[in-house]
């Protein structure tokens, strides 16, 4: 796969993460396995966003306060709790570090132009974007947005819903 250019690749040595470490609690190292759609799709959302796009590094390399807009996750070869149909199995998903609640909202409606399902969570400063379409949860089932609070998932009919929702919570 060939890397954009507009894409900051962290130095891997200098991380000391190796390619593949175990899911969840680290990046698989998004780029070496996250097809270039999704990844473009993210290029552009960041331009939308004024953000560099920063691929890979977990909370533990890089800390809470590091890069707003950096993925945390893509391509993962496990998922926890045997979720055997997530789209990051697929390498169809981005999880992305974008910050407080109101800065997810602002991500995750700019992000519905190029993505088509859209994951808040408040809690941790994250939103989820994949690229399955209507025909995918037709197929595997899953919700076309949904919240994550106190590690519970709220399913919803669609990202104003999940927002409304995030606030009132």
């Keep these: 796969m060939i890397i954009p250019a507009a894409l900051y690749v962290p130095n891997l040595a200098k991380l000391r993460t190796p390619r593949q470490v175990a899911a969840p609690e680290a990046d698989l190292i998004t780029i070496w396995r996250t097809p270039y759609p999704v990844i473009k799709r993210y290029i552009n959302l960041c331009g939308d966003m004024r953000t560099i796009p920063f691929a890979g590094g977990t909370y533990q390399q890089q800390g809470r306060a590091g890069k707003v807009g950096r993925i945390l996750s893509g ?3 496990e998922i926890k709790d ?7 199995l697929f390498a ?18 700019k992000a519905q132009d190029y993505f088509y399902r859209i994951g808040l969570y408040p809690e941790n400063g994250i939103i989820h974007v994949d690229l399955c379409n209507r025909n995918w949860q037709r197929r595997y089932g899953g919700p076309a947005s949904w919240v994550r609070i ?20």
Excluded: C, M
């Design 75 to 77: 391509y993962r070869d």
């Design 82 to 88: 045997d979720d055997d149909n997530s789209p990051h």
């Design 92 to 109: 169809l998903a981005l999880d992305i570090a974008v910050g407080d609640l109101n800065r997810q909202i602002a991500w995750a409606r």
């Design 150 to 169: 106190g590690g519970k998932y709220y399913h919803q009919d669609g990202l104003e819903k999940s927002i409304t929702f995030a606030l009132e919570a």
